[in-house]
């Protein structure tokens, strides 16, 4: 059974880089799919960051697309978050899942992991 | 931008029909995806590719698409089956993967 588990800081100065990791359990993140990082605010919803393969080919939202990188230590069997120059607008859950390449779709997600809340605050 | 459009509530009692709609300008190529969540909890896939159901999801679920509109419908909803539902798509161009505002099923 393939688990997600976020985790990182709960809080973040203004201006500084949110740096989180999503640990993979029951399957090994260098067999296949993407994976990728969405958050949820009571302002913005659900966003997408972005999604991560194998081979390191990358998508981002293009909202954040200056500000964000996601990369695979495939050693721990863990992708990682990092968001720069943050602000109060990044508060948020951020959620980990497994994305699936869709058919008419470049992705879509599958299984997701519990979230885990990062408050941008000084 | 993409943006795809949920009506906010939608109430129905037990062992109704609930309809949830999503409509986007990119529905008539690309898929819906339709997402569970209860309240403190996270996000759980109950349609993919319009109208598939994963495998564990209740046969009372059940997704179409028809032009800019995809739909929703829970046949025989149950009381546990309120919850916050979100709809996914991506635009034409793929850049611009996105979720409805969501709406909030109650079933009482």
């Known amino acids: 059974q393939v688990q997600l588990q976020e985790s990182g800081p709960g809080l973040v100065k203004p201006s500084d880089t949110l740096s989180l990791t999503c640990s993979v359990s029951?399957?090994?993140?260098?067999?296949?799919?993407?994976w990728g990082w969405i958050r949820q605010s009571p302002g913005m919803g659900l966003e997408w960051i972005g999604s991560?393969?194998?081979?390191?080919?990358?998508y981002y939202n293009p909202s954040l697309k200056s500000r964000v990188t996601i990369s695979m230590d495939t050693s721990k069997n863990q992708i990682s978050l990092k968001l720069s120059s943050v602000s109060a607008a990044d508060t948020a859950i951020y959620y980990c899942?497994?994305?699936?390449?869709?058919?008419?779709?470049?992705?879509?997600?599958?299984?997701w992991g519990r979230g885990t809340v990062v408050t941008v605050s000084s | 931008s993409y943006e795809l459009t949920q009506p906010p509530s939608v109430s129905v009692s037990p062992g109704q029909t609930a309809r949830i709609t999503c409509s986007g300008d990119a529905l008539p190529e690309k898929y819906a995806y339709w997402y569970q969540q209860k309240s403190g909890q996270t996000l759980v896939l109950v349609i993919y590719?319009?109208?598939k159901r994963p495998s564990g999801i209740p046969e009372r679920f059940s997704g179409s698409s028809s032009g800019t509109m995809a739909t929703l419908s829970i046949s025989g909803a149950q009381v546990e089956d309120g919850a916050d539902y979100f709809c996914?798509?991506?635009?034409?161009?793929?850049?611009?993967?996105?979720f409805g505002g969501g709406t909030k099923l109650t079933v009482l």
């Open positions: 991560i393969y194998q081979s390191g080919n990358t």
């Open positions: 996914y798509s991506t635009d034409n161009s793929g850049n611009f993967w996105v």
């Open positions: 590719d319009d109208n």
């Open positions: 029951g399957y090994s993140i260098s067999s296949g799919y993407y």
């Open positions: 899942a497994r994305t699936v390449s869709g058919n008419r779709v470049r992705g879509y997600f599958d299984i």
